[in-house]
């Protein structure tokens, strides 16, 4: 293999892995470290400055981070990283003067944004203080998209999103609230410099097709609109017998709010396996506690309806089928068709894109599935002023997604408005610090501590179930936060290796408590990972291999299990391995200067 | 600085056939330098016991005073150990051989304690031909004290305040060859790849297996200059055969044309093969072996690798024709027979 060139950020951009599987690529490690050290101020805005919304994801994140969270490798659960998340935001001073507050001097551009929700919301923050004219349209009362809609209070106060997306609103951008916008021709004619989409997927799926289903207007409810309504104070109460259809994380936020409108008997009703549910396991095993059953292999069958009157579904029960591809179907089992009563039925099977709104001459190439062809990276529509991020652009995802393309729609809008080249993204910044604080010191708190995660207390749940605005997670406190932050494995704080120092005595080898060091002969990479101390299978882990060694070998070291204990470089007498900690930050519009 | 080694290990490691993994083999952290010869030692030490599947329990380390004997805390944690005065480990080593010849003993030392304080318990370990696997790790100076030049320093080598050594450096394998030492083999601490079969071989033997390992002093004697520095040993090394321990199960799939490839049968079935590296070299032959060893120092070499086997001579529970029970497990009856018993004796003896 050749040696690894470590000055390519992305190397040890990818070691830290929390971060690498973060869209926005938050710097984890580096907050986390923060929480532990009180500053929880400066680990908001390390938060902030990232993914914009810090208290909200705190709460609702989808977490690609934890699964990823190298912890998780060598013990069974990941670090809380979205609960200490949470830590940071709950146990702030008033950042307030810590956030660029406008009005800005203006340059003269003006972007359109339609749709309030995170994605918009970003563009918005990042541009606002680069002097754009931001009007952003929303067809809500509020700012915020789905995350005031979809997402129950009892996940996400309204007091903490009114703090975040007010943070974006006192940047002097004109918001127009209670705006729907029925025609993109007519955004465009104003002559905005650039507009950007991010009007999420605003259409719920329905059962047309379910024999029954025309029969019945009352009593079913697609499951994001029906959420919207309660959200905004709309509908207060439901049946005591209710069926909520799906799977999902939408599923999870039905049958939880409906036991709080007065649903006694909620159950939800999944096609799929347990096991393939898509919804977080955290949000299915908060519903079970709120004693929500969940029947799976049930495929609606029908809408039983007596009189104009909804009386309940049945449906036929199937078993999952796997061909050799792996490839998924249902078939019925032949058992008889369950029959479920019901006063409510909830569909929340899924959401789409929906643009009836922008007219199809506008040079935006729709494909068959009816969503905009963007460029990937740009996020730009084949009409060059029109850009989209968030669910609006590459479908169904999550918030911290819209975040992550929100910030490179701002970029590439960015560019565009400058006569630049979309294409030429700005590199990321990087820095790569020393940690030595002295002989065997480190920064750093290097001692690798044993603790399990710890479980988030939650409110008690009869109480819970009485209001639907009482949030029921209340986070860790500081001292379990603590503990919790302990537990991260300081992931960016790297290994470097320096060839022309080492005198090849294996005390690295002997110490590592992983056995991630080999000195061996260099080979092609599928070789070498036969040949190291440790099986190296994990191939989405690299290896980093050094330039050859006075012996003609070649250190070859295993990123998969490495704990960054740092003892590799406190056992070398030579300080060839030394631990410096990576700091990687997306570069957003504009290019923000950093501290 | 840290003093605990975390406790997570490489989930993927196997286990061996008596169901441990090799952490079962480790000790507590090194407190020696970083850098240390000793410490790929106590490394090369764990593989060996892993890899042989010993139960740590089977095993019995001893060693006496000095860097190289603190090394015991470092590996084999769940195994018995005996941390004795100086240069005497050979003669607690000898006391716990013959009252528990059950247990594998695993004597640790350093040229401090062997060549120079414990001279005399060395030599009479070996004459016996008590069946022990000694480790002495040779650094060429007094680590614990400071770098002071050692018995083993070579003339002419320089430590680390500049000085150069006068005085003849006695050559623990040599004298191991003279005293009649069944196993004598020499290696380095930066080559693992020889120094584990090498223990796992010796731990084999049924007598007292020698292994002097160059296991460099980082802090006082690794400098420009010393003769038992990392970069010089590399320069020097040679090797009588390139050594492989293979457990009595494994089959050879290795193809080796005649005469390179030389098995070693052990008495526990297992077998060494030692892929010849100079020609005309046999390791059962003791003068040739004496000689190899003499002109190696005359020609700056540090010969490595197997030296000498013997596996017929009697160990010293044979040659005293002890009881085959270690003594814990003998009735009291039997351990102390009464007066009558003694009477007897005495009388046959007049």
New interface residues.
């Given amino acids: 293999m050749k040696a690894t060139d470590i000055q390519n950020p992305e190397y040890f951009h990818k070691v830290v892995d929390c971060q690498y599987a973060c869209p926005a690529h938050t710097p984890v490690p580096e907050y986390i470290r923060l929480i532990a050290a009180g500053k929880y101020s400066e680990a908001y805005m390390i938060n902030w400055e990232s993914n914009v919304f810090p208290g909200v994801l705190g709460r609702t994140c989808d977490r690609p981070c934890e699964p990823a969270c190298r912890r998780g490798?060598?013990?069974e659960q990941p670090v809380a990283i979205c609960r200490l998340k949470r830590v940071a935001a709950d146990f702030k001073d008033d950042v307030s003067d810590r956030i660029p507050k406008g009005p800005f001097p203006k340059n003269g551009k003006r972007v359109a944004l339609i749709g309030g929700g995170p994605a918009s919301l970003t563009v918005a923050r990042d541009l606002a203080p680069l002097g754009y004219e931001i009007d952003l349209f929303d067809n809500q009362q509020a700012g915020g998209g789905m995350m005031r809609s979809q997402i129950p209070s009892f996940r996400l106060p309204a007091s903490v999103l009114d703090e975040e997306v007010g943070y974006i609103e006192n940047m002097g951008i004109s918001t127009h609230y209670n705006t729907h916008v029925s025609s993109l021709k007519a955004v465009l004619d104003k002559g905005y410099d650039a507009i950007f989409v991010g009007t999420g997927a605003p259409k719920g799926r329905d059962l047309p097709e379910v024999p029954g289903r025309s029969e019945v207007s009352a009593n079913v409810y697609v499951g994001i609109q029906w959420l919207a309504s309660v959200a905004f104070g709309h509908t207060t109460k439901i049946g005591k017998k209710v069926l909520v259809l799906g799977g999902g994380n939408t599923a999870m936020d039905c049958c939880r709010t409906a036991r709080r409108l007065g649903g006694e008997d909620v159950k939800v009703v999944v096609r799929s396996p347990f096991s393939e549910m898509k919804a977080s396991p955290w949000e299915i095993e908060d519903a079970q506690h709120e004693d929500i059953p969940f029947y799976n292999c049930h495929v609606p069958k029908s809408f039983v309806v007596e009189n104009g009157q909804l009386k309940g579904m049945t449906f036929e029960i199937v078993a999952a089928v796997y061909d050799e591809n792996g490839r998924r179907s249902l078939k019925p089992t032949g058992e008889p068709d369950v029959f479920f009563e019901a006063d409510d039925v909830l569909i929340a099977v899924g959401q789409e894109n929906s643009f009836p709104w922008i007219e199809r001459d506008l040079g935006i190439t729709f494909d068959k599935w009816d969503t905009p062809q963007l460029d990937k990276v740009t996020f730009q529509s084949s009409n060059p002023k029109v850009f989209f991020g968030g669910d609006a652009a590459l479908g169904p995802k999550n918030v911290i997604t819209a975040v992550a393309q929100g910030h490179q729609a701002a970029v590439s809008i960015d560019l565009f408005c400058n006569g630049a080249s979309l294409h030429e993204r700005p590199s990321p910044f990087t820095n790569l610090i020393h940690q030595k604080m002295g002989?065997?010191?480190w920064i750093y708190d290097?001692?690798?501590v044993?603790d399990q995660r710890y479980k988030v207390p939650h409110a008690e749940k009869k109480i819970a179930l009485t209001d639907r605005k009482l949030e029921v997670e209340l986070g860790f406190d500081p001292e379990v936060a603590f503990r919790e932050a302990q537990r991260c494995l300081n992931c960016d704080v790297q290994t470097v290796f320096n060839t022309s120092r080492c005198?090849?005595?294996?005390?690295c080898?002997?110490?590592c408590?992983?056995?991630?060091i080999t000195f061996t002969e260099n080979g092609e990479e599928e070789d070498l990972r036969t040949r190291l101390n440790?099986?190296a299978?994990d191939l989405s882990q690299d290896l980093y291999v050094s330039d050859p060694l006075?012996?003609m070998r070649v250190m070859v070291k295993d990123e998969n299990?490495c704990?960054h204990?740092?003892?590799c470089a406190?056992?070398?007498?030579?300080a060839a391995w030394d631990m410096q900690k990576y700091l990687y930050n997306v570069t957003k519009a504009g290019a923000i200067r950093y501290a | 600085m840290s003093f605990v080694k975390p406790k997570f290990r490489h989930p993927d490691l196997p286990l061996n056939e008596v169901g441990y993994s090799r952490a079962d083999y480790e000790g507590v952290l090194s407190t020696l330098c970083a850098g240390c010869g000793h410490d790929s030692v106590s490394g090369a030490i764990v593989s060996a016991c892993f890899e042989m599947n010993l139960e740590p329990h089977r095993v019995a380390k001893l060693s006496g005073i000095g860097c190289s004997s603190k090394t015991p805390a470092y590996f084999l944690s769940n195994s018995h150990g005996f941390n004795s005065v100086h240069g005497r480990m050979p003669s607690v080593a000898t006391g716990a051989n013959l009252a528990n010849r059950d247990l594998m003993y695993l004597g640790i030392s350093g040229d401090g304690d062997s060549a120079s304080i414990g001279m005399g318990q060395f030599v009479h370990a070996i004459r016996r031909n008590l069946n022990i696997t000694y480790i002495l790790m040779n650094n060429g100076c007094y680590g614990l004290t400071k770098g002071q030049d050692s018995a083993t320093a070579d003339v002419g080598s320089v430590n680390k305040s500049g000085h150069a050594n006068q005085f003849a450096a006695i050559d623990m394998a040599g004298l191991a060859l003279e005293m009649g030492a069944t196993f004598v083999a020499r290696s380095f601490s930066g080559d693992k790849e020889q120094l584990v079969p090498l223990i796992k071989a010796a731990m084999s033997h049924p007598g007292f297996a020698l292994i002097d390992v160059i296991s460099p002093c980082v802090t006082f004697n690794n400098n420009p200059g010393s003769t038992k520095s990392y970069d010089y040993t590399r320069e020097h090394i040679e090797a009588t055969a390139a050594v492989d321990y293979v457990p009595f199960k494994e089959e050879i799939t290795a193809a080796y044309a005649e005469g390179e490839v030389l098995d070693v049968a052990l008495h526990d079935g297992s077998y060494i093969q030692l892929s010849k590296l100079a020609p005309n070299w046999n390791p059962f032959d003791r003068i040739g072996a004496i000689n190899r060893v003499h002109e190696a120092k005359v020609k700056n070499e540090i010969l490595t690798g197997l030296i000498f086997i013997d596996q017929d001579h009697p160990d010293l529970h044979q040659m005293l024709d002890t009881t085959a029970t270690p003594l814990n497990q003998l009735p009291q009856a039997l351990l102390i027979p009464g007066p009558e018993v003694l009477e007897a004796v005495n009388r046959a003896g007049r």
Avoid: F, M, Q
């Fill in positions: 490798r060598v013990e002989i065997h010191e290097s001692a690798v044993e005198i090849e005595c294996d005390a080898v002997d110490v408590p992983t056995t991630c440790a099986p299978n006075k012996t299990v704990l204990c740092g003892l406190e056992r070398c007498p030579t």
